[in-house]
DNA sequence: TTTTCAAACCTTTTT
DNA sequence: GGTTTGAAAA
């Protein structure tokens, strides 16, 4: 188990009693000492894996270290907590919850949820949103949670007007979600605190239980976290936390790295172990990012080494814009495929999500196939929603929220009045909107629900999704719409069955609770799919953790990348520095990074300048390339093998596709077309006048 | 109550 | 560039 392990990792796997600090540079075997650690304590040192917890911040990471733990242990790896920050705080309030204060079958409001939320807040109270920002207050009141500040603490603090606002909105936002017996994201770390601080006896069978705990990505608790992991290791100390301050990435979310930079304060005689051996990279690629970090100020001093070979330059490429910027990674991929690389092996990264959208269309110009994760295109569709919401309300009656999603979702009569007057209701005799329904069109929705709450404990998920889908009108609503659109959309929920079909499959039969709790906690429908053999696009902050043997970033501009958001800050700057450092180096063989010399930004054409992290870099380890003039010849030679503009599209028309079959065109945009195919292909993206498709 | 159309708004990054 | 929001008409 510890053979090829080098002298730091040995000892961060075998010093198992009290507290400590293991500094892992990217690719320097982090994951390996976690899992490698948690199986030591189990087959040499005879602990019981129920008294290890191992916290992650992803699904992703989560999953992985628990597959490779069953790998070294099998079955008994099931019983090692291994979770990630919030799925182990919905537990502990899921063991808890009446001690809380709440019912047992609470719900998880997502972002969009609370958004909503505070918007009707902010009306109710006669607030102009146009003066008081919805997001920004949100955004306020979130930082507020995850800094442990209450309504009373906050409004200590309050400097300015918007401040005093914002005070106000939070006290009613937290009344309504315990009257709604529902939780925000910032609630699921919080409350357990809260317990712990309530009741010390509960805190104390965690801390019995819990006797060797593992963090990993340390540098990106915040405040809550940082907390949390302390009460629970405060008894026996067997806390060892992995991290590198030089990836912390998520300030904007309250995480802080000085929770990294202050264990040893915190934890006095904790151990400290460097691991600077980078087994992952080329030594051209570690130069290169060790370039970039070493120009930020506020770090432990460390450098990345390897015994790997020097490699190839990394390649800075200027295309003409962002059209080009395309063009040009897909030829390089091209390139690539040609040597025989697979297109696992590859990852196109970038800023934000938003950028994502030239790239697609150059891959799908090309025929090469990819998938995009991170992007809620799925969860955050309106059909998706609506049945979300259906789904919570039946399972917690007192969710207004949800319930104010569907009343009149498909249309039943029920508008403005009926909601202001139930509202009122509710307000009176401090009870749920669906408590306060009594007669009319809305108690035909109520009986509704409340014979859909029959069938929770006697039938199968996606058999209650079937009913939901038919009994609430929802699918006939679309069926008669009789639109190309509609029928997208019915693809769509055909799509949902079939998640919960395999969630089903994956884990028995499962209870609507479970399920929903899953879905609030995953954002990514990726997740529950496994597309293999595909080019893979994400944003820098996803491919954390990450590693692809040919890696891409795109948008190397100011102003992109770093984000001009972060021009005037400091601070900001050096995190979008750090998460330069983490982009470069997810990279084990080679890296492109690719800029473009103009580009539209929100219907603008601007002219950045290169971005500063790409002259950071020395020109020892950096090639460049700014042919761009013979590009733009090539690149039209290119679009004109593949693509035949000529061919002029109608939403209707019937296409044969050369994999796909026959389909049928349900709408049409400047580039691309959107293609009904029959089950279980789906709905596919073409680009107009590709080879692939012919119109029948 | 529902539909429609023009204006406003937007873009960090995620559990 | 693209989507969401609001006011006015149906």
Known sequence: MIEGLNKEQLEAVTTTEGPLLVIAGAGSGKTRVLTTRIAYLVSELGIDPSNILAITFTNKAAKEMQERVISLLGSSAYKIQISTFHSFGVSIIRDNYSLLGYKKNFTILDSDDSLLTIKRILKDLGYDPKQYNPKAVRNRISSAKNAMQSPDALSRFNACDFDEKVVEVYRVYQDKLVSNNSLDFDDLLLKPIELFKQNPDVLAEYQERFKYILIDEYQDTNEVQYRLTKMLSQKHKNICVVGDESQSIYAFRGANYRNILNFEKDYKKAKIILLEQNYRSTGNILNAANDVIKNNKQRKDKKLWTKNGIGDK????????????????????????????????????????????NVEEALLKESIPYKVIGSFYFYNRKEIKDLLAYLKLIYNSDDDISLLRVINSPKRGIGVKTIESLTSKSNNGHIS??????????????????????????????????????????????????????????????????ITKNFEERNGIVSLSEFLEEISLVSDVEEHKDETNVVTLMTMHSAKGLEFKYVFVVGMEEGVFPHSRAFDSNDELEEERRLCYVAITRAKEKLWLVGAKRRVLFGQDNANPVSRFVKEISDEYLEKDEETSLFENRSKKSYNNSIDDTIEYKVGEKVMHTTFGEGIIVSVTNTVINVAFPHPIGIKTIMKGHKSIRKV
């Open 314 to 357: 990394i390649i800075y490429h200027k295309a003409l814009n962002e059209k080009d910027e395309a063009l040009y990674v897909t030829r390089e991929i091209n390139k690539l495929l040609g040597d025989g690389a697979n297109l696992d092996d590859i990852v196109i990264l970038y800023r934000a999500n938003a950028q994502s959208r």
């Open 433 to 498: 909107l669906f408590e306060a329904i009594e007669d009319g069109k809305e108690k035909q929705f109520k009986d509704l629900i409340l014979k859909l709450k029959t069938l929770v404990d006697n039938c199968s998920l996606t058999e209650l999704v079937e009913a939901v889908l038919n009994e609430t009108g929802l699918k006939k609503e679309l069926q008669d719409e009789q639109s190309l659109e509609a029928e997208a959309r019915l693809e769509n929920l055909e799509e949902f069955k079939s």
